[in-house]
């Protein structure tokens, strides 16, 4: 499996780093599975790092460069820009962060991109290619600018639901929503539940279970699966 983290100056840093850690360490473990080994402490060579053969999970921009700067300063370095929808390299699974959009930031934020309208016109040619489209926090008010999430069922931060309802998704009350081709996660840290709710999904509960272990996360299992149902609520 293929992830692009789609990064722009002011995203919100955990919107997208706690998604690449869970995907760095499941892609790893899924390889090490179909190779028959396994690490003593469930690392992937020396630092946790994935290898090759389970895929990649990298962060790309819409344009060339070597770093962002995140919504709390980290400079976060580009692995490369987002490949075309039918590209070779197109991603299987493309995650959204996003970042100051309450704040109105109209230099540096989630806000500022939907006002550019690159963002949300490459979000909506992927969504038309088949792309699997993953968003994160107020990342889901980028989708709805493309179009993306209109009908659909979808989540965003607490802050910014009636502005997700008013734009014609369907708002549902879950820490995970999984409606098919758009998964969404409501706020900042629940895009650690939708990236191992993901990895479940591909890999297996194994996986799943020793990245959220290695991360020392307790999962919370709370995904609206697109048949209605409520997955797994404790």
């Known amino acids: 499996m293929n ?6 100056d002011g995203f919100d840093e955990l919107d997208g780093i706690g998604p690449y850690e869970v995907f760095d360490y499941a892609l790893g473990y899924a390889a090490e599975e179909d190779d028959g080994t396994t690490g003593d402490d469930g690392a992937i060579g020396d630092d946790g790092a994935s290898g090759d053969d389970g895929g990649r999970v990298r962060y790309v921009s819409l344009d060339e460069r070597e770093t962002v700067t995140a919504s709390h300063g980290t400079r976060v370095g580009v692995d490369g820009t987002l490949p075309g929808p039918r590209g070779e390299d197109a991603p299987d699974l493309l995650v959204v962060p996003g970042g100051g959009w309450n704040a109105r930031n109209q230099e540096a934020s989630a806000w500022a991109e939907a006002q550019k309208g690159d963002v949300p016109r490459a979000l909506a040619a992927h969504h038309a290619a088949d792309t699997r489209i993953a968003s994160v926090c107020t990342g889901s008010m980028l989708l709805a600018e493309a179009g993306v999430t209109d009908g ?3 989540v965003t931060h607490a802050s910014a639901v009636e502005e997700l309802r008013e734009s014609g998704a369907e708002v549902v009350d879950a820490r995970v929503v999984d409606d098919g081709d758009v998964l969404s996660a409501g706020g ?5 539940d939708l990236a191992l709710y993901v990895v479940e999904r591909e890999f297996g509960e194994s996986v799943a279970d020793r990245a959220a272990t290695v991360i020392e996360y307790e999962r919370r299992y709370e995904v609206a699966t697109r048949d209605g149902s409520r997955r797994g609520e404790n």
């Open 152 to 154: 659909r069922r979808a």
């Open 188 to 192: 900042v840290t629940s895009g650690i």
């Open 3 to 8: 992830v692009d983290i789609l990064v722009y």
